[in-house]
């Protein structure tokens, strides 16, 4: 990809972003909050509410100017929540977070403790987040703009990731818009399958010396979402907020947060909550995490991977989250217009595959809606749905 490629894919991201996702209007104050590393897109984004009629802001993020905070502060610095940052989240039409990471490792040799303190102080700026979107007053979208970090994560060079993003954005094709718009009817019909079922069950047999997953989720009472580009770009996943979980799940991919990757995940869910944590790598992180406060260990989001484009783990949850033929269940602060009513200054997605993998030997799942088997080996049985 030459630079004048990526020039014209990046306007093409910024146009879909401003005029589809967020749907900036005149007069809207637009934040764009992002590290300068991510300067071209931000510039992009920028020219694009201008021409919409917004007025847009550029809130600086810096993960060195965190890593101080969190590394050095004392413990009243590490609860303080900036008024500044409150009016932003309590002011802003529309809020454009192009997630740019320099130093994706930045906080993995922090103490926990003072991570999960960190995230406690912004809890509240979480929770006027979703409940300004869920009253219609708040606009917002997260997308990734590719850096060398984020590419060496993925194991592929910057021109690689680039092409991967891009792709995976459907910005290669000819109209993306409309692309996205046939994405949200695709998905629609297994959102209408999903609404007004009970229960959920994602299931895979026991294999490679652990037992499985086997988990029952309440969704009677829950709002299945249709995410077709809107809030996260790139997208693809119906998701719903549960009212309680009963069994076990084994992730398959890292679980990551703040930098860390937390390999073989095993959460045991009761009433609801992650009664038992375990991990085979860093367990001592899942385990702060989970009790930061209050409601990180109840699960605030059940949901499906359905984008096909995105094939493989690329260590972004952006991107890992939505690979067809996964689900994925957050721990913590869950959506209100999915039905959840969880709090927490957490919201924390694990990734588990349900494809098989004849090379390493690990089986397939299912996933069923009262009984009844719509998903078998990654590939969705409704009728209707076309990959």
Known sequence: MDLSERHGMLGRLAEIIVNYSTGVKPGDLVVIHADPIAMPIIEAITEAVVAAGGHPHWHARSEAIEQILVEQGNETQLDYLSPLDKHMFETADVRIAPWAEVNTRALSAVDPKRQAARARARRPLISTLMKRFNAGQLRWCGFAYPTQAMAQDAEMSLRQYERFVFHACKLHLPDPIAAWKEVRER????R?????????????????????????????QSTWINCHGKENFPDGEVFAGPQGAEGHVNYTYPALENGRGVEGVRLQFKGGRAVEATARRDEAFLVEMLDQDEGARNMGEIAIGTNYDVASFSRNTLFDEKIGGTFHAAVGAGYPESGSTNESGLHWDMVCELRPDPATGRPGGTIEADGEVFSRDGEILVEGWAK
């Open 187 to 190: 998905q629609e019909v297994l």
């Open 192 to 220: 209408e399958f999903l609404q007004g079922k009970e229960e959920v069950r994602f299931f895979v047999p026991p294999h490679g010396g652990h037992d499985g997953t086997d988990l029952r989720v309440s969704v009677g």
